[in-house]
DNA sequence: TTAATAAGTGTTCCAATTACACTTTTCTTT
DNA sequence: AAAGAAAAGTGTAATTGGAACACTTATTAA
């Protein structure tokens, strides 16, 4: 690099990277979040979102899934970057510009020691209380973005377990979308999406009558696959 | 702030952060882009989008206005953040972290000289030349998004003049969707928008029988507004 | 054996979208 | 003054996709 190539970015300021992640779980037929009761400064005692630090030879990205998994022992997560929030005075603190990005769990799989160890909650969303700094924002922005994610990519099973019911699947679409849906008409809809294929086995756990399990295919998915809900 | 407040900070390094903008334009009936045939370093030579760095005591929202103003000396134009790009490679002169924005505006109101001065260009959308950096993605990733807002929002008016005619709205929309309408049923959904309104004037420059103007009434819109197209 | 519980299954109706072609107005040219 | 050119403007029928709707089946526990 020349002299002034780095003159070019020398005379401009820097800041702190953060990410938030708002990480979504499914449970009872509704949407949760994992947020943190803060036992550490700034802001101890508020609720949060786990966030932190973007730091040095680690991209953006890398950052939100390292955060993700300091707090849930989850890699491979499905994660989308929401937006980047860049107001002056958004961390009364010092100045940070922070990426918000949502994941999406399986609540049944997270470490429970590091959630408990970060003093970390499942919090069903219409129970979420209010959130430091602009996180209430974030979780808005993210929430929307997910809806429609969800409305036009198979993404909500990631929220699920491998295996699902059809009765699984719509209750949590009727939880990301906070509508009921007719049965029929759901099924019909799946029916339609090969990627979404019978396991062949039965799941006894909720009827007496068992219910047929399902899994997604991503090979199918990507050939020739079409989502709309 | 206190010490360990201070500490929480300061152990994180700092970034330079950066914006970058898809400015559109309509003409012709295609969308262009401003884009800069950069005369300066880094990169000399090649096509860039028109970026800068965020300023200390600038919020990121502000610094893309003020990136879009020194190029076109446009203030008060429609803008979105599109996207966060944060890879450690990105800018091969030294790390950058660098939100890009979109902006819309009249193709017909921008400050020649200024965009003389920084050797900028519009450049049809079809035509548009390979963009140093992640410059490519941007530009993708703004195209789909502003596809989207403006199939859902009335956010295509910015790109057309104050007044125009319903013929120029779907040449318009036929660019961003690179779709072609049918006329009918194109003025069939327009008419059923109270907010879009005629103006009483009549446009003689296009055609001999001359064309009613109409304008986009923002009141209208926020009071019992639906946009879909 | 029966009572309880969730799983599973088709058809009709309605609304929204799509397809489609000619007339009108005005100016220019001859 | 008549004819031609060019874009503006206009309505209906057909199709499709989405919405509404209720009973039967399988199994286990009482």
Same mark, same amino acid.
């Given at each position: 690099m020349t002299a002034s190539e780095k003159a070019y970015y020398s005379v401009h300021p820097k800041f702190h990277m953060a990410v938030d992640c708002i990480i979504f779980g499914f449970e009872d037929g509704e949407l949760s979040l994992l947020l943190l009761k803060r036992n550490f400064e700034p802001a101890k005692g508020q609720w949060s979102l786990m966030g932190g630090f973007v730091e040095e030879g680690e991209s953006v990205d890398d950052a939100a899934r390292r955060i993700v998994a300091q707090l @849930?022992?989850? @890699?491979?997560i499905y994660m989308r970057q929401v937006k980047t929030y860049g107001n002056v005075d958004r961390d009364p603190g010092e100045r940070v510009i922070s990426s918000a990005y949502y994941a999406l769990v399986d609540? *049944? *799989?997270?470490?429970h020691t590091l959630v408990q160890a970060h003093n970390a909650f499942w919090v069903k969303l219409p129970e979420v209380p209010h959130l430091i700094f602009d996180h209430d924002s974030m979780v808005a922005d993210a929430l929307r973005f997910m809806q429609y994610q969800a409305s036009i990519k198979p993404v909500g099973m990631n929220l699920l377990p491998e295996e699902f019911t059809l009765t699984q699947l719509q209750t949590l679409y009727e939880a990301i979308f906070r509508e009921s849906m007719d049965k029929r008409n759901f099924r019909k809809k799946i029916a339609s999406m090969d990627y979404i294929e019978k396991t062949g086995k039965i799941d006894k756990t909720l009827s007496r009558k068992g219910a047929a399990l399902y899994r997604f295919n991503p090979e199918r998915f990507k050939e020739n696959g079409q989502f709309k809900i």
């Open positions: @849930t022992g989850l @890699t491979d609540i *049944k *799989k997270y470490d």
